[in-house]
């Protein structure tokens, strides 16, 4: 049969049908092409917005590094990195572990980052640091209440508490060096941990104890310790870095950046974290049902420990005991309650035995746990303690009749009772030389007293109060306080379970100040029930109506009087812990006060030195001015004829003779030495000095060709001398002897201190001191003197004591008076000028500054010449008590053709002076024994009204001079006066021209 063909329409439909697929494919094509050439979105930037993942190293090191209740890393350091980390988007992975772990896998580069390592060179060597510090920690010396440490000299001989290990201890500034550099000998009693070490200073094992300042600053509230004023090795605490890590430059860039940022804004989110750490941030609650994070270590344990057993005192109230319904109650119940909610644990009480059998079982391993234990060190033989969390004052008790007991020293003249095995019993043991009698119970105890087989006892506060209640007890009183410190009550552990400690520390540390307080409340407050048990009384009701009726009085009666006892003893108590309180302020205050008291002690012992110092330099100034004042007189008239007879043989000898030379030093040496006693009095007195224009090159110049100068180079011959004046110098107004001496003297000890080899140098200058204004009146222009040498210098304890007087390194007598530079130093401020010393192992330099005059200098005056000082025949009596001073000036008168009477004294002048006619009277001032010049004066103007006189005197001008003078006397002439001088004056004072 044969087919049939498609019809048109159909060819149709499939050729179009045939094209669409076609088309189709070729569109499809096309797409896949354009989408495997178009550009795909680059996944960089969900790369660059990546976490940085940055590997943290974490230890326990509670407040600065511990796990929080949740287990996550908390602390100082933590919420720190977290800050930051938050800021910079980093991811933290935190690496536990020990510090001994976390510093070797830093090393390695095992870990990025490791918080809280205290920087120092050593450990530099092996990690990259931080540039900026966290903060400084340093080691605090803590004392036992009641002694007072100030310095490490103060350790000497005491017992001190270190951790093993600490920084703070084995550093190169810990306390073993310290105490070692300071030559101190004392015990050193080393502790695992800081809280071992306020737990020994607590119950006396130590006398003072190490800890770092952070520790103490958020633990001492737990404890009865002082803190001292002693400091020592600040640490900055500081990020650590691997050596070479791949993220150590930007890891550091970024916490230092933060860091320093938190340095200028304390407002910032890590100065608010470093705020609220250093000054003791409070506890955060933990939510009920909830549990504090444990580590995998520790839960493992507590599941292998599936009961732990608790050993009580049942007589211990109200810290623990068996009520009257035989449930266990107290503090300790409620610390118990909260621990096993929070930590997991079973720890169950023990009952039905006695102390003394409940620390026996302990010792015998048969107990885990004591939850109320004081401090013994025989109990640390079988038990670790936790962290303290109550506390106790320990009393001692006595009968109403005893006498009066004032404290444990009067213990020795008692029979002494203590429960055994009890901690008043181990501090008996420990701290007295007491054998007291032990019983198995309080109760017994306290009965042994009452029945007079003891006559005190030693005890709890609180429990003991509760005990003489219940018993009904009326003849014991509270005596007084074995000491102020608190008995501080812990938890203790048996010895092979350290672990069970940690944790416990733990769920004590996630208590907060509001639990401890509602606890303390229930228990002081209204813990236990007052008075005799129900079932007594209707028992006692049973046997017979009228005996149950004085039994309800009696006991009302006996309720009443216990219950205003009970009230006032815990007021007592109340007041005793307040009282406490203000007397730890006050020592605190009072330490305060004395310190101040010490340091103005201190500035007015130095004041007192100080004005000592200045009194002896004013003895010694008044003692030289005696001495100069009493041997100025008679120096100056023995050095008359040396300065006056050589002017009278030279206007004998012709200028051509040899002799005028010989003759011309020897009046120069008497005028120089004369010169020397005026001036060592004018020095010694302060008396002001007749200062002339004067040109200092040419003053030293003159100076360098003296006799002098040339003995001086004389005698050190190996020393090189060398000026440096300036051509243009300046005049000064001076004292050209003062100046010639400030020369001789320094120029002295310069080549003296140069021991015979070096160089000296002379140098002046026209110098503007800075400064100066003209315009208020102060000087601008000055004239320096540098005087120079190469010698060793002078030691630092010496340049504040060489101006003074008599004070000198040199031998007294062969090469120094010591009075040398304090020649200097009066000159220097007589001249208005000042001085400078600089002083070093090259050398020494001392710097003078004068005032300088404005203008050139002027021309000096030329000496009179002998024929211009003749007389024409005038009368002149001489009168000195000096006969070789009569001499001399009887022979300068006649020469100058005067008529010359004299006399010795004033007495025989005022006689010749009644007889003849005077023209003029040359007095002398000082004529002992008799009348002295002003007197004679006086009694020459009642014969002579107008009696012309010259004042003559071996004494600087003084107030006899001036009365004189205002009397009428003409011109003052000093001894030893030369032929000039005495011949102008005579002229000036006659009139002659």
Known sequence: MRESSPSPATKCFFNKFQRRRIFSVRFLLALLVLLACAPWPSSAPALENAPLIVRVGYYENPPKLFQGAQGQPRGLFPEIVEDIARRENWRLQWVPGTWEEGLARLEKGEIDLMPDVAYSLERAEKYEFSNEPVFVNWGVLYAKSGLRIDSILDLEGRKVAIMRGSIHTEGAEGIRKQVAEFRVSCEFLEFDDYNEVFLALQNGLADVGVVNRLFGQTAQKLYDVVPTSVVFDPRHLKFAFPRHGEKTALLKKHIDRHLHDSRINPQSGIGRILLGYLHDRPVAPIPPGEKIYLTPEEQAWI?????????????????????????????????????????????????????????????????????????????????????????????????????????????????????????????????????????????????????????????????????????????????????????????????????????????????????????????????????????????????????????????????????????????????????????????????R???????????????????????????????????????????????????????????????????????????????????????????????????????????????????????????????????????????????????????????????????????????????????????????????????????????????????????????????????????????????????????????????????????????????????????NGETVLVVDDEEHQREVTRSMLARMDYQVACASSGEEALEYLRDHQIDLVLLDMLMPPGMNGLATYREMLRIRPDQKAIIVSGFSRNGDVAAAQKLGAGQYIKKPFTYIQLGMAIQKALCHG
Not at 348 to 368: F, K, N
Not at 507 to 514: E, N, R
Not at 624 to 638: F, R, T, Y
């Open 303 to 591: 599941a292998a420990h599936p009961l732990i057993r608790v050993g009580i005192d049942p007589e211990f109230a109200p810290f623990e005991f068996i009520d009257e319904n035989g449930r266990f109650s107290g503090f300790s119940s409620d610390y118990l309650r909260i621990l096993n909610e929070r930590l997991g644990l079973n720890m169950v009480p023990v009952e039905g035995h006695a102390w003394r059998e409940v620390m026996t079982l302990a010792e015998q391993g048969e107990i885990d746990v004591l939850p109320a234990i004081g401090f013994t060190a025989e109990r640390t033989r079988f038990l670790n303690y936790t962290v303290p969390y109550a506390g106790f004052y320990r009393m001692i008790f006595c009968r109403a009749d005893l006498p009066f007991v004032s404290g444990p020293a009067d213990l020795h003249k008692f029979r002494v009772a203590v429960q055994a095995n009890s901690s008043h019993a181990g501090w008996l043991h420990e701290n007295t030389t007491l054998t007291p009698q032990l019983y198995d119970s309080l109760e017994q105890t306290i009965m042994a007293v009452v029945r007079g087989k003891a006559d005190v006892f030693v005890g709890n506060l609180a429990t003991s109060t509760h005990a003489i209640r219940q018993l009904h007890v009326t003849d014991i009183r509270a005596a007084a306080p074995v000491s102020p410190e608190r008995q501080l009550l812990h938890m203790g552990v048996r010895k092979d379970w350290p672990e069970l400690v940690s944790i416990l520390n733990k769920g004590l540390a996630s208590i907060t100040p509001t639990e401890v307080r509602t606890i303390e409340n229930r228990w002081l407050a209204a813990g236990y029930t007052v008075g005799v048990a129900p079932r007594t009384v209707w028992l006692r009701i049973g046997l017979t109506a009228a005996l149950a009726l004085l039994v309800v009085v009696f006991f009302w009666y006996g309720n009443r009087r216990l219950r205003r006892e009970i009230s006032l003893r815990v007021a007592a108590e109340r007041e005793l812990r307040t009282a406490h309180e203000e007397m730890a302020q006050r020592v605190e205050e009072r330490t």
């Open 593 to 871: 006060e004395l310190a101040e008291a010490n340091i103005s002690l201190k500035q007015e012992m130095e004041e007192k030195e100080r004005l000592q110092t200045r009194l002896i330099r004013a003895e010694k100034m008044q003692a030289m001015g005696l001495m100069a004042g009493g041997v100025a007189h008679d120096l100056n008239n023995i050095l008359a004829g040396i300065v006056s007879y050589p002017d009278l043989l030279l206007l004998e000898l012709p200028r051509e003779s040899p002799l005028r030379r010989p003759m011309e030093v020897i009046r120069d040496a008497g005028r120089r030495a004369a010169d020397v006693v005026a001036d060592l009095l004018t020095v010694a007195r302060g008396v002001a000095t007749e200062k002339h224009p004067t040109d200092l090159n040419g003053l030293i110049n003159e100076f360098l060709t003296s006799p002098e100068w040339l003995v001086l180079r004389d005698r050190h011959p190996g020393v090189s001398c060398a000026t440096e004046l300036a051509p243009d110098l300046r005049p000064i107004a001076c004292s050209t002897i003062h100046l010639r001496k400030c020369l001789l003297n320094l120029l002295s000890n310069a080549l003296e201190a140069m021991d015979d080899h070096g160089r000296l140098s002379i140098a002046t200058a026209n110098i503007s001191l800075p400064g100066a204004d003209p315009l208020n009146g102060e000087i601008q222009a000055w004239v320096s003197l540098r005087i120079g040498d190469t010698g060793p210098g002078i030691a630092e304890a010496d340049l504040q004591h060489i101006f003074e007087p008599f004070y000198s390194k040199k031998v007294m007598g062969r090469s120094g008076t010591g009075l040398g530079l304090a020649v200097v130093w009066n000159t220097v401020q007589d001249h208005r000028g000042t001085i400078e010393v600089n002083s070093s192992a090259a050398g020494t330099v001392f710097t003078l500054n004068f005032p300088a005059l404005e203008g050139p200098l002027p021309e000096t005056a030329q000496d009179a010449q002998p024929l211009d000082l003749q007389g």
